[in-house]
């Protein structure tokens, strides 16, 4: 039974959800639900995989359980860790307005924006992770403890303990060549590295490669059953357009995510407004803002200065309060809309692009990050290419269904085989058996990368 809504969320000491203390205010799918999903071996190596974890306790830790995909994943894995018998725990860390400001700094750095990383930032940071530190030094005597990208990173340093297993997974659009650049930068994020057993990455062309440390390759997921992507009647997608007065005779083109200025919202909005000139269509910007992300805010008021005099953009703030509600609005959105468009600058994966493939949905996307290695360009989705070569893409997609239907559907068979949590989650664990057993820690592993993942070389995949 879900009570989410019936709890605080998340308590007062930062705990989301909790096993040992039997806080669980949210719940996913039983197991065997997905086997008509992605079938009984994946099924069976899944449960193989926490069976020999038997008896292990883990805690996961990030700095939001409000907007983004790394809380949006966790809602989902968590408690399908606590079904398969794992005493599993999620976290989230606090921090003042400079915190989140100097973290935000360092995520678009790291992501290959100019500028430094001053001493006045590390301090922040050092700072705000020390109080952390404190406040959760009684919560970490787990056998394994995943952190989850750059704000919580330096946590190692002060809670890891003899015997722990301890990974760090990084989820943004990591470029190793901008940090070698920056010295400081470089000599910030490689320090805290010794502090963990393995590095996890997305995808292989964001392994920061001269980190000594193991470094292993597994691919963000979705999960089908979740409130976001199951099925939805066109009734209850019909409610969520008239609730924002949404006409639905009207074509709809949609940009759904996080309101961030790597997401190429400017593009999307462009290249609408080039392709209107010749289809009739509207355009649906949908997104939150994240917690741990103060420069949303200012985002959302670009787009909507830009756009306050154009009916036929709809520029929604998604409210975050109510996680179900918001996953379901979301769902309905996507599956209203007759193209998505993801035309980012930077990406670390891009899951409202596989939430987008698997609804079997015609997909823009930019050649960034690991946008390639979902979207296929003309076979499981398009790639941006430009405001006007887009625009008349978008316009063929509108006058030909048919067409974004084929590839949708390709987009989606793509998804089910290798982005769906079943799969995606049974690395993660192997991964952590892996550092229970300290196999990472072994001098000559040093330099190893696991990957759980086809590792395409992105130059020989048809992009463009």
């Known amino acids: 039974m879900n009570n989410e809504n019936a709890c605080q969320f998340p308590l007062s000491d930062g705990t989301v959800y909790s096993a040992r203390m039997g806080h669980r205010p949210f719940s996913c799918a039983p197991v065997e639900e997905y086997i008509p999903v992605v079938g009984t071996q994946e099924i069976d190596r899944l449960r193989r995989v926490a069976d020999a974890l038997e008896g292990s306790s883990v805690l996961e830790m990030n700095s939001s359980a409000k907007g983004g995909g790394v ?3 966790l809602f989902s894995y968590i408690p399908l860790m606590d079904q398969l018998g794992l005493d599993v725990e999620w976290r989230v860390i606090g921090g003042s307005p400079e915190y989140f400001e100097a973290t935000k700094m360092l995520h678009n750095l790291l992501q290959g924006k100019r500028g430094p990383f001053t001493r006045a930032m590390e301090s922040t940071y050092l700072g705000s992770i020390e109080q952390c530190a404190r406040e959760h030094a009684d919560s970490c005597g787990h056998d394994i403890v995943v952190i989850h990208d750059p704000q919580p990173f330096g946590l190692g340093r002060h809670l890891r303990s003899d015997g722990q297993a301890w990974l760090w997974r990084c989820h943004i659009d990591i470029d190793e060549d901008t940090i070698r650049r920056n010295p400081r930068l470089w000599d910030f994020m490689t320090r805290w590295t010794e502090y963990y057993d393995a590095a996890i990455f997305s995808a292989a062309h964001y392994v920061v490669s001269r980190w ?8 963000p997921f979705i999960d089908p059953l979740s409130e976001k992507n199951r099925e939805l009647t066109q009734e209850e997608i019909g409610r969520v357009l008239d609730k924002y ?11 759904v995510g996080r309101f961030d200025p790597w997401k190429g919202i400017d593009r999307t909005i462009k290249t609408f407004r080039l392709a209107r000139q010749e289809e009739r269509c509207q355009l649906i910007v949908a997104g939150g803002l994240a917690t741990d992300d103060p420069e949303g805010a200012r985002v959302l008021d670009q787009v909507l200065e830009s756009t306050q005099d154009d009916e036929d953009i709809h520029v929604l703030n998604l409210p975050l309060d109510d996680r179900l509600s918001n996953w379901h609005e979301v ?8 193209v998505l468009m993801q035309p980012s600058t930077r990406e670390g994966f891009g899951l409202v ?5 698997w609804k079997g949905k ?11 290695l979902q979207i296929r360009s003309g076979v499981t989705g398009f790639m941006y290419g430009g405001a006007a070569n887009t625009a008349q893409r978008l316009v063929s997609l509108l006058r030909n269904p048919g067409v974004g239907r084929v590839v949708g559907q390709h987009g989606r068979e793509y998804v089910r085989e290798h982005f769906l949590i079943p799969t995606r989650a049974a690395d993660c664990l192997q991964s952590m058996q892996l550092g229970r057993r300290g196999l990472f820690r072994h001098d000559d592993c040093r330099d190893c ?5 086809p590792w395409y070389k992105l130059s020989k995949r048809g992009r463009g």
């Open 449 to 453: 990368i696991i990957s759980f993942h």
């Open 353 to 357: 692009i596989t939430e987008g493939l």
């Open 212 to 219: 000594p440390i193991p470094k292993v390759i597994s691919p």
């Open 245 to 255: 007065g949404l006409d639905p005779t009207i074509p709809i083109v949609a940009q």
């Open 331 to 338: 769902n309905a959105l996507q599956r209203a809309a007759s």
């Open 71 to 73: 809380a949006e994943m």
């Open 362 to 372: 015609p997909v823009i996307g930019a050649d960034v990050g690991a946008i390639p």
